[in-house]
């Protein structure tokens, strides 16, 4: 048996795997992760995970955003700053709407596999391997672009230490100051289109001066903890990145800090579930609108028998029309069982359309109203609604539609680049993360 039971997985079903074009490659490539540099420590993953424990006690929120999918040609410095950039703007709206501290993490550094709701994709009568992320094949419709490669696992671990590198740098390095990244946020609100936005941004500033001339001039404000994840998929890439950690002696997947399991993998007896029970990252489950109590209560047995404190999250996706039907029961049977697992919602997964002019797409109003929802539900039950999960991008592209900049349909052709999910893009990001500051706002005035 292997040690604390690491390799039990491979007697279940593992789920949404690629049928690898060349087993001696994959042999190799195994081989060679198994013994590359961890891309994190142990002991951030422990902070991150009480820095969760605050969050699922309602003394934090978490903020977590990023590519769809990402890609190995657009892991450029500019596109990872500005993505970097996006995230730390909406978190200092967020902040100052809860009077919570927000963790930031990136769906970056590690986000390049895919589950598919089919293995093939047929184009005219071309029928092709579908296409699973850049770990495993690429986004090209051709024979050879669509061949399940495993040596792209290594550089889908390269390209995740490349990202780390910059997101710590500039993260650390002075680009984070708080100053800076509200001055970033005034080009936003100083833009006309934003105006609606503009007294909560002047409160903001308020703030800003008020700690200036209070003298507050501490290392928090120059830099700060950023986080990154991935959802935990491919087996044969989190596996041979799994540590024993030589301080702890526990195992660690070492890829990435936190790790999700996607909906479409999280059968209890399946592999995924089996597998990442074993690590000690703090985990996300994302729970679609079919999710039974039991079947979270399931999760929670297998995944945190412990009841540990910041170690499992759920990130509900259930639509906009659905949310407030579905999550009260869910939310009120864990906590009848006396669970604390912290809640987030991803308003993205469940309110994917296709427009008529056949680009894949979400409306920014679907995605407020989900996230609108989430709100009101926690509200009115007593629950702490602990964080956001977002597919989003610090370019200016146009694939989700609405928004102040009003995107339609017909300006999805202008720049779309998403080789997955519509992402939001800059500016819809903070439009968000300003509408969801004011309701907390008002929420934490109602209160008050
Ligand atoms: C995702 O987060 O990109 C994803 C595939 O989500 P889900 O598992 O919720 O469908
Ligand atoms: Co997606």
């Given amino acids: 048996m292997s040690e604390f039971g690491l390799d039990n997985y491979l007697n279940l079903e593992s789920k949404q795997q690629p049928n690898w074009a060349d087993a001696e490659v994959l042999a190799n490539t195994k081989a060679r992760l198994a013994k590359v540099p961890p891309l994190v420590f142990a002991g951030e993953v422990d902070t991150l995970r009480q820095r969760l424990a605050e969050a699922a006690s309602g003394k934090a929120f978490l903020l977590q955003g990023g590519d769809c999918a990402e890609t190995f040609v657009d892991a450029t410095a500019d596109q990872i700053r500005n993505r970097i950039k996006t995230v730390l703007q909406m978190a200092v709206v967020l902040m100052y709407g809860s009077s919570l501290p927000v963790i930031k993490m990136g769906r970056m550094a590690g986000q390049f596999a895919k589950p598919r709701s089919s293995d093939f994709e047929t184009r005219g009568d071309v029928t092709l391997p579908a296409y699973r992320g850049d770990a495993v094949n690429a986004y090209e419709f051709d024979a050879v672009s669509r061949t399940n490669d495993a040596s792209r696992l290594m550089q889908a671990y390269h390209t995740s230490a490349s990202t ?52 507050v001039d501490s290392a928090e404000l120059r830099s700060t903890e950023f986080f990154v994840s991935h959802e935990g998929l491919l087996m044969d890439y989190e596996r041979p990145l799994t540590r024993i950690d030589s301080r702890t002696h526990q195992p660690y997947a070492t890829s990435g800090h936190f790790i999700w399991i996607g909906e479409r993998t999280r059968q209890l007896d399946g592999a995924h579930v089996d597998f990442l029970s074993k690590v000690r990252n703090p985990l996300g489950v994302k729970l679609g609108p079919t999710t039974s109590v039991d079947d979270a209560l399931a999760l929670i047995d297998k995944l945190d028998p412990n009841r540990e404190p910041g170690r499992l999250t759920f990130i509900t996706r259930m639509g906009a029309g659905k949310i407030r039907d579905e999550l009260p029961k869910l939310i009120e049977g864990v906590r009848a069982s006396g669970a604390q697992p912290l809640w987030i919602t991803d308003p993205m997964h469940g309110n994917g359309i296709t427009t008529e002019n056949g680009y894949k797409s979400r409306r920014f109003d679907d995605v407020m109203d989900e996230v609108m929802g989430f709100f009101e539900v926690h509200r009115a039950l007593g629950t702490h609604p602990g964080g956001l999960h977002v597919e989003l991008t610090g370019d200016d592209v146009t694939e989700c539609l609405g928004g102040s900049e009003h995107i339609d349909e017909k300006a999805l052709a202008k720049r779309y680049e998403s080789v997955c999910d519509p992402r939001l893009n800059h500016m819809q990001s903070l439009e968000l993360s300003f509408l969801v500051a004011e309701q907390l706002v008002q929420t934490s005035r109602g209160q008050a």
């Fill in 164 to 215: 780390l590198n910059l997101i710590r740098a500039f993260t650390t390095g002075g680009f984070a100051d708080l100053r800076e990244v509200h001055a970033w946020n005034k080009g936003f609100t100083d833009n006309p289109i934003n105006k609606e936005y503009e007294s909560l941004a002047q409160d903001i500033d308020r703030a800003m001066r008020f700690m200036e001339a209070c003298g």
